[in-house]
């Protein structure tokens, strides 16, 4: 049997489309890291030398006197284990009936409130875009020509 023989139904050929092996892509997404003789430990800082520490995770109870600042056994209430408020039980929901708020009813004591001069007067510019600051007046007389004209008795009627 010759090599040219193929068996089934597949035979080569050029794809459709471009597929990604034709191409090269854009790379590793990161480099690696640089080889030993890269590296310069006397630039690293403090960081990584041994120094003292900067911090410690003792507790803050500075001037706390401990032995009497603690409360006793009898100063702890206990939650209850009964009612519509107990922890960590899922209850129905419960109902009261309170009266009607004071403020804006006519048991309000309006006294309490502060009057108009209890504000100080704001600046429009602060909150607003600023009106203009110049005018441009009205004219009030009526536009005239101030050339000096010939009178009545300048005419001659002689002439």
């Avoid at 050339?147 to 008795?153: E, I, R, V």
């Amino acid at each position: 049997m010759g090599s040219d023989i193929w068996v089934g139904p597949w035979r080569p050929h050029r794809p459709r489309g471009p597929i990604s092996a034709h191409f090269t892509g854009p790379g590793p997404k990161y480099k690696l890291p640089p080889n030993t003789g890269s590296y310069f430990p006397e630039r690293a800082g403090n960081a990584t030398y041994p120094s003292a520490p900067r911090h410690s995770i003792a507790p803050r109870n500075w001037g706390i006197n401990a032995e009497h600042q603690t409360p006793g056994p009898g100063s702890y209430t206990v939650p209850s284990l009964l009612g519509p408020r107990v922890v960590g039980k899922v209850s129905a929901p419960t109902y009261s009936i309170y009266g009607r708020g004071t403020v804006g009813s006519c048991f309000e004591d309006l006294s309490k409130t502060p009057g108009p001069c209890a504000y100080h007067e704001v600046n429009p510019g602060v909150y607003k875009s600023r009106a203009p600051q110049f005018t441009m007046l009205p004219r009030t007389a009526v536009p005239q020509d101030n050339t000096l004209k010939p009178g009545p008795a300048a005419y001659n009627v002689d002439q």
